[in-house]
């Protein structure tokens, strides 16, 4: 394990149960995937909730819609920086894609890190520490991204196609029903039933900022990437 370039972001250090790690080429080549993937995802999620206020429907019952009259509900997106394909080589160094053909490439952004295609107007990765940070930071909130938009649209996908009973499915109005009454965790009013904001804001707080802080701070992760 100590000789895999893996990355300190999965809590508990090393964490690879299906070997992805073990050549080289394809885990250089899976970093590029999964940030692209992860910055899709944040750019996903922001789109769910623009689509939640301007719509008041939830993501699956939108997508009705543009399939019931593709011409007069739809957007019109550019998502070519996302799609992934190649190899390596490909998506690192000097000659690998930029953000926009022609633009000058500030000296830093060297092409040595994944999702690196030059783009940064404002300097954030030019203090090597900050760049460091901001990678990881990207990371970790692509993969909650990817979490939350599978979980945005399963269970409306469940209640709509299979009959999944829920007490509400929409992802917007689901949280909401805590100030209408309260959320029943897993649907049981024994387990627990949510009546309180600042108390579950406190208890996420907590229990993310314990994990965060183990995460950051033990010894097994300080020299992985």
């Known amino acids: 394990p100590e000789n895999k370039q893996l990355d300190r972001t999965y809590p508990g250090g090393v964490f690879d149960p299906l070997g992805f790690g073990n050549n080289e080429e394809q885990l250089a080549y899976l970093k590029v995937k999964e940030i692209k993937n992860g910055r899709l995802a944040m750019v996903s999620v922001f789109g769910y909730a623009i689509q939640a206020w301007y719509t008041g429907v ?43 053909p022609g633009a000058e490439i500030p000296a830093y952004l060297t092409g040595e890190y994944p999702g690196d295609y030059g783009f940064d107007p404002v300097g954030l990765a030019a203090d090597p520490e900050n760049f460091a940070r901001y990678r990881e930071a990207e990371v970790l909130h692509g993969r909650w ?21 829920f007490a509400e499915p929409v992802w917007f109005k689901a949280g909401y029903g805590l100030f209408e009454g309260g959320i029943d965790y897993l649907g049981n009013p024994d387990l627990i039933h949510a009546q309180n904001a600042a108390i579950i804001l406190g208890t996420q707080l907590i229990l993310m900022g314990a994990i965060e802080a183990w995460r950051w701070n033990a010894p097994e992760n300080k020299q992985l990437d």
Not at 62 to 90: C, E, I, R
Request: with cysteine; net charge positive; aromatic share 12%.
């Open 145 to 165: 991204a990817m979490l939350a938009t599978v979980g945005c649209l399963v269970p409306e996908f469940l209640a709509k196609f299979s009959g999944v009973p």
């Open 58 to 100: 939830g993501p699956l019952e939108n997508w009705a819609a543009h399939l019931a009259d593709p011409f007069g509900a739809n957007v019109t997106t550019v998502v070519g920086m996302f799609a992934t394909s190649g190899t390596k080589s490909m998506w690192y160094g000097p000659n690998r894609p930029k953000w926009l």
